[in-house]
């Protein structure tokens, strides 16, 4: 059987282990264009930090890849405090935008439940710019129970969802 001749997968598998500078001298000789192909769009090769691949069960499947690039130094993470009454959200990273869905009791009447979307900036939990002051979606009677809801970001649409 001939090398090339082997699933795509196997072929990365054998290549994605040596070095870039290795890679590059292997396809002219080669001279394959589906070797080219698969090798170009493959995101271990394209980015080596996704090489580094830690199996952490027993039984051979992958539950974790990390990044060869940050082993050495721990994950900063940013804490975005989140509504009371968080029912769903949708994050749209182009717009820099977290839109939450939230419900709470209405104030002046505890028996209709107040749905409102808030939008926050993802980079740094604030209200964002482009809608600082949230959406009011509607007043339901808190018997309709806590609805299925669809929510998307689309450019500089949102677009929300309440089915009861």
């Not at 590059?24 to 080669?30: I, N, V, W, Y």
């Amino acid at each position: 059987m001939q090398f090339l001749s082997l699933p795509a997968e196997i072929i990365l598998g054998c290549v994605s282990h040596l070095p870039v500078a290795e890679i590059l001298r292997l396809l002219p000789a080669l001279g394959n264009h589906r070797l080219w192909r698969i090798i170009s769009a493959a995101p271990a090769i394209a980015s080596p930090g996704w090489s580094t691949i830690q199996n952490t069960s027993l039984d051979g499947i992958v539950q974790a890849v990390s990044l060869a690039s940050f082993d050495e130094s721990p994950s900063e993470w940013l804490k975005i405090n989140t509504p009371a009454g968080l029912l769903d959200f949708c994050i749209s990273s182009e717009n820099d935008l977290i839109v939450y869905v939230t419900c709470a009791p209405l104030p002046t009447n505890p028996t209709l439940n107040h749905f409102a979307a808030e939008f926050f900036s993802f980079s740094d939990g604030l209200p964002h710019p482009l809608r600082s002051s949230s959406i009011e979606i509607a007043d339901v009677p808190s018997l309709n129970g806590i609805p299925d809801i669809a929510l998307a970001v689309l450019g500089s649409r949102v677009a929300i969802s309440l089915v009861f």
